[in-house]
């Protein structure tokens, strides 16, 4: 009865102190989620500053549209006129003989 009374109580101790290790790890594991989440926090965009970024990028967007749409039409126009100046050149040539 004793031996078992004995086993009991070291038992008791080693649950004890494995329970105060896991306490402890878990502890630890939160303060350093807490400081990876701090970091990343202080890292990272918040939506204020992504919707500021956003709005920066789509402003710039709609500016290079405009110059491609701009350049594309000045190329078309371009590509006309002197299709038109071939024909005109080729037509003096045909009949300035």
Known sequence: MNEDHDLLL???????????????????????VAARVSALEEEKLNQKEFQSVRADAEKLHSDHEKRLRRLERWGFIS???????????????????
């Open 10 to 32: 070291t038992f008791k101790a080693e649950v004890s102190t494995k329970l105060d290790r896991v306490i402890s790890d878990v502890k630890e594991l939160k303060d350093n």
């Open 79 to 97: 590509i006309g006129a002197l299709g038109l100046i071939e024909i005109a050149l080729n037509l003096y040539a045909t009949f300035h003989k």
